[in-house]
């Protein structure tokens, strides 16, 4: 089967950095994305990581260690409009992309 | 950027009647269209692969009958929930793959009363 793991809450303050880590096991691996979804929005993708290293996009970065089936999402210099959801996803196949259960932030002034 | 359009975003709809939802994907071709559902703080879940020109593929659980997915032409996807109940009440959202990334439209709020 396929499973990923990702923490269900995480809470910082304004300003801060946080890092949200996934692992995951999955019969295929196609590459790493993070996702963010408001409340009553839709998901917006964030990143994506199909090899080793470290992807910037200016206030966020993902990580992915293959070896460990492993990889991280780093928001820095946090902000209130960052409060939301963040879903890790490993495309498994062609066609086949599984979400993790989501990490619910919760910035803080 | 590629950009999918998903209608209607809030439908209300009475227990045994059907509702249909339209994904379009606006400036590309999406030969691949992909049905999730969300129920309340949870993840989402792939229902379906739609496939253009062909049957769509359903995940373990989910009732093709219930659940009627058609992919008639590269631009357009939809599903028709038949014979709704209240527990068929959740965010249904529809996405397409555009390079790394899926695309994904803005949701489907279903309510069944």
């Known amino acids: 089967g396929q499973s990923l793991e990702q923490p269900s809450e995480v809470t910082a303050v304004e300003g801060a950095i946080v890092q949200i880590n996934c692992t995951y096991q999955t019969s295929g691996f196609y590459g790493l994305s993070w996702y963010q979804q408001h409340d009553g929005g839709a998901p917006t993708f964030l990143s994506y990581n199909g090899l080793d290293g470290l992807e910037e996009t200016g206030r966020f970065s993902s990580f992915l260690s293959r070896s460990d089936s492993y990889g991280y999402l780093l928001l820095q210099e946090l902000q209130m409009k960052d409060s939301a959801s963040y879903f890790c996803a490993v495309r498994v196949a062609n066609n086949d992309m599984r979400f993790g259960a989501g990490t619910r932030l919760t910035v803080k002034p | 950027g590629a950009v999918v359009s998903q209608h209607p975003s809030r439908v209300i709809c009475k227990s045994g009647t059907s509702v249909k939802i339209e994904c379009r994907s606006l400036d590309f071709q999406a030969t691949t269209m992909f049905w999730y559902r969300q129920f309340p703080k949870q993840s989402l879940m792939l229902m379906a692969t739609s496939n253009e020109g062909s049957k769509a593929t359903y995940e373990q659980g989910v009732e093709k009958d219930k659940f009627l997915i058609n992919h008639a032409s590269l631009t357009l996807s939809t599903l028709t929930v038949t014979s709704a109940h209240p527990e068929d009440s959740s965010f249904y959202i529809c996405?397409?793959?555009?390079?790394?990334?899926?695309?994904f439209g803005s949701g489907t709020r279903l309510t069944v009363v």
């Open positions: 996405s397409a793959n555009a390079n790394y990334g899926y695309t």
